[in-house]
């Protein structure tokens, strides 16, 4: 090659002289004549496109004007057949478009005036005349025509109409009509005169517009042909210089040309072709190093101990890595230019290709797990292995394929499983009955206790209380990490279940000293959820919102409904929380001070845990700091259709129980004898206490629902009376008032028979669970329960909690259950499915075909899965159940016997 440091001379003079033309001048040149024919085209469309404008305003103001007169005209009209069907039928509803038509008449006259000042000519001055014609037809009419008879209407009917069929109001209307027909007549020839003028301006621009295009076309092909020439011998110089530069001709400049942009391209393709050689260096030294950066590369991928394979779409392997302790030659060579279904087992091929063809579709990873037989490719140790398979797109075409062997992290989740269940049944059996027993102990259902010996019972019942509380947050965080925690989702009627969360926690809430406000709307606001896991996260919101309020304070229960999503939120009156505590206050074991849990009590796992249950739900978990002081957390759903109400449990027969209903408002009443209705119950009702006492006279009742605000007398003094009466002193009342609380205390409950003080608004499950215990008490006979458990203590704790309640034959394994069911018949039965010869759940195809209608209630350590669940009619967590609520579901679940025999 040449040298090429010093720059040729015939390139250097080019470049110390510059000459002819900048390309644009060069170019531009020619163009004058074409764009001066293209600018009086500009003018005439614009001219055009103005005028055009022009006659579409007054064509559209010829339009208003039509409309306005249309208005009058109908408003004539409204006047005139208002005012006659007035006088023929004397309907006050005829006068009712006459009076909206005398109030929009003037307006309409004074509009159609304004307009028609803008009009041209004599012809407006036409147009006002006629709008003053018919605004004197119109006062006319009003004097002498339907307005005449209108008034006579009010003082001489007869001669009202007469007046009418005189037909005087429809001649002075027709003469309205006709002189506003003539203004519109007019209107439309204006429309027609605009319209001739338009298309006159339009065709002599059109006309202007084709002889200047065809003109500026002619001139631009004149002009482009020249330029091409010149161009086109610019294109073969510079084709000439480059391939001279592709063979090393580094002095090969462009020839002199009249364009100065020419002279500067040379000079340039002189610097290109140095650095070409230059770069040409470069890339020899990047070879180098890209070598070795490969060689590299592949020593880190065959020291990767997954499996590795690029697939193409149709699933031919292209290149194929075993694990690093599996080194098989044949194996490689088995995969390689081979499809994934011809090489491996179909349940390992079909995700394989399913994730091949996924991934290539979505561009995003996709993953599957499988096992597979190793023996053929590693004799030495054959196994079943388990492998995790992540697709990943490569290119539009291929797809890189990781499979690592988890079989270890599978025997470990394996073994994590064991343990779960271990400790839910070894530790959750014996604290139920711990808990159980510390319960019956401290609350004197077996005895009066010295003080200090109470107090003892109770320390001890507190922190079982409180280890269940770490057992059941540590079990549910398991299952939640696991994916594990099941949600029985269905409609929810959200009030009621935040009325609930707050009564169940309002106890809890005395002992701090603090009171609990509700504020929840009546109406009806339906969310789709698990109701027993939403009570658990507004439980933990609401013993936590009450742990961190001072005493003598309150903590705030509110939900409200906005566009599509339903929130509840909780505030407390505390300190509020640290800043730093602020990001991992929803992580597991989060507490702002290792002070607190001993303080205050608590795992640091209830937040983390209603978060991811917040989540399944579809919603999300958040706090903020009140203006007004402490922490207020909310959680947001979205809202969800109401189901259509469920058929009656008593079904087309007998009702289960006849109750009266005491309720002064009638919607209330209706209400309640829907609720009692759906669940098979049968009711009548009395508005006021008078008629109370005659029903109560007249039949016999199995209990009454009492409203304590009855009108005109108080409902604790009708209590008072039906107690003194012989034939109503047993009967069980229910009480459903807004100012239930309020005379809880001020009534003796047992005297009058009570049984249930219930809050407005309505809970319906607490009112027929209290009607269900309501039914039962006039029974002679206790309830006979068959309780299948193996922990003899926990046995011996459930019969001393369901002392006087029921009779408990316990059953300690499947073999005594099913020796003690061909007894005498049960009205219950509690299982636990934990039993020392096999699982309690297979005694439920036995009992649904002895007995369908037998309740059967799951006590057990672990929560029953879906399948289990729809097998049986309740399922309680052994640690996750009071004793009070063990009681309650058991009433609930018992039919009540002086309404047939016991389930046989």
Not at 340 to 346: C, K, T, Y
Not at 709 to 714: E, H, I, K, T, V
Request: proline share 7%; aromatic share 4%; hydrophobic share 45%.
């Amino acid at each position: 090659m040449p040298n090429a440091d010093a720059p040729p001379a015939r390139l250097s003079k080019i470049l110390r002289t510059p000459r002819g033309l900048p390309l644009r001048a060069f170019l531009l040149r020619p163009l004058w004549l074409p764009l001066l024919l293209l600018l009086l085209v500009t003018f005439t469309v614009a001219w055009s496109v103005i005028r055009n404008a022009q006659f579409a305003d007054l064509v559209q103001q010829s339009q208003k004007n039509l409309t306005l007169a249309e208005n009058v005209l109908n408003d004539v009209v409204d006047l005139e057949t208002g005012q006659r069907g007035f006088i023929i039928t004397l309907d006050p509803q005829f006068l009712e478009p006459y009076t909206l038509a005398q109030a929009r008449l003037p307006q309409h006259l004074l509009a159609l005036r304004h307009a028609l000042r803008t009009g041209f000519g004599s012809g407006g001055k036409r147009q006002i005349q006629r709008v003053d014609r018919v605004e004197q037809l119109i006062n006319e009419w009003e004097r002498s025509g339907g307005g005449l008879a209108l008034r006579l209407a009010r003082t001489d009917y007869p001669a009202a109409v007469g007046h009418v069929k005189s037909g005087q109001g429809k001649r002075l209307v027709d003469a309205i009509r006709g002189t506003i027909d003539a203004l519109q007549e007019e209107e439309l020839a204006r429309q027609r005169q605009l319209a001739r003028a338009s298309s006159s301006a339009l065709q002599t621009a059109l006309l202007v517009t084709v002889l200047g295009v065809l003109l500026a076309v002619l001139a631009l092909y004149l002009v482009f042909t020249k330029t091409a020439s010149s161009v086109a011998r610019l294109l073969r110089n510079l084709s000439t210089t480059t391939a001279g530069i592709a063979h090393g001709q580094v002095e090969a400049p462009l020839p002199p040309h009249a364009i100065m942009e020419v002279a500067a391209l040379a000079a340039n393709l002189d610097t290109m072709a140095r650095a070409l050689l230059s770069r040409e260096r470069e890339r020899d030294i990047s070879l180098a190093n890209l070598s070795d950066s490969e060689a590299r590369h592949r020593a880190l991928i065959a020291g990767v101990p997954d499996i590795l394979l690029t697939v193409d779409a149709g699933g031919e392997i292209r290149s194929f890595k075993p694990p690093v302790e599996a080194g098989n030659e044949a194996w490689i060579n088995a995969m390689v230019g081979h499809r994934i279904p011809d090489v491996l087992p179909p349940h390992v091929a079909g995700p394989l290709m399913d994730g091949v063809s996924g991934s290539l579709r979505t561009g995003k990873p996709q993953s599957t797990e499988f096992t597979m037989d190793m023996s053929a490719v590693t004799p030495a140790t054959p196994a079943a292995l388990d492998f995790e398979a992540r697709t990943v797109p490569v290119s539009g075409q291929e797809v890189l394929i990781i499979a690592r062997d988890i079989t270890d992290l599978k025997r470990v989740e394996r073994m994590k499983t064991e343990f779960v269940s271990t400790v839910s049944h070894e530790l959750r059996t014996p604290l139920t009955s711990i808990r159980g027993a510390l319960s019956l102990i401290a609350s004197g259902a077996l005895g009066e206790l010295p003080p200090r010996a109470t107090k003892l019972a109770q320390i001890g019942l507190n922190n079982s209380e409180r280890l269940v509380r770490l057992i059941n947050d540590l079990l549910d965080m398991e299952k939640i990490e696991s994916g594990q925690l099941e949600f029985h989702m269905h409609s929810l009627d959200l009030p009621p279940l935040v009325q609930r969360a707050a009564e169940d926690n309002r106890a809890y809430a005395q002992q701090f000293g603090v009171a609990l406000e509700v504020d929840v709307p009546p109406a009806l606001v339906v969310v789709s959820g698990d109701g027993d896991r939403l009570l658990q996260v507004m439980t933990n919101l609401i013993s936590n919102a009450v742990k961190f309020s001072p005493r003598d304070s309150a903590v705030t229960v509110s939900a409200g409904a906005a566009d599509d999503r339903v929130w509840v939120s909780v505030r407390d009156r505390g300190p509020g929380i640290p800043p730093d505590f602020r990001a991992r206050i929803f992580g597991r074991f989060a507490q702002a001070d290792a002070s607190v849990t001993r303080e205050k009590g608590g795992t640091g796992l209830g937040l983390s845990i209603s978060k991811a249950i917040v989540e399944r739900h579809a919603g999300r978990l958040f706090f903020e700091d009140h203006p007004q002081g402490g922490t207020v957390f909310t959680f947001e759903l979205p809202l969800a259709e109401p189901e259509s109400p469920a058929s009656p449990v008593g079904g087309p027969g007998l009702p289960l129980g006849h109750v009266l209903i005491c309720e002064d408002d009638h919607d209330a009443a209706a209400l309640l004898q829907l609720i009692l209705r759906q669940a098979g119950f049968g009711s009548d009702v009395a508005h006021t206490a008078g008629e109370a006492e005659d029903r109560l006279a007249g039949q016999p009742y199995d209990a009454l629902v009492l409203d304590l605000l009855l009108p005109g007398q108080d409902g604790a003094a009708f209590l008072r009376r039906l107690q003194l009466r012989p034939e109503t002193a047993g009967l069980p009342v229910i009480v459903v008032s807004a100012v239930a609380d309020e005379h809880r205390d001020l009534i003796n409950g047992d005297a009058v028979s009570v049984v249930a003080w219930i809050n407005k608004p309505l809970d319906p499950g607490r009112l027929l669970a209290a009607v269900g215990r309501a039914l039962q008490r006039g029974t002679d006979r206790p309830p006979r329960i068959l309780h299948v458990e193996d922990d003899a203590d926990l046995r011996q704790v459930v019969r001393e909690i369901l002392h006087g309640t029921a009779h408990v034959e316990a059953a300690e394994s499947l073999a005594r259950a099913r020796e003690a069911l061909r007894g005498e018949p049960f009205d219950l039965v509690l299982l636990d499915p934990g039993l020392p010869d096999g699982n309690g759940l297979d005694l439920l195809p036995e009992l649904r075909a002895a007995s369908p209608s037998l309740p059967v209630l799951v006590f057990s350590a672990g929560e029953p899965d879906g399948a289990s669940a729809e097998q049986v009619t309740a399922a309680l967590v052994k640690s996750r159940t009071s004793n009070t609520q063990l009681v309650e579901t058991i009433r609930a679940l018992i039919r009540p016997l002086n309404k047939g025999a016991p389930h046989d």
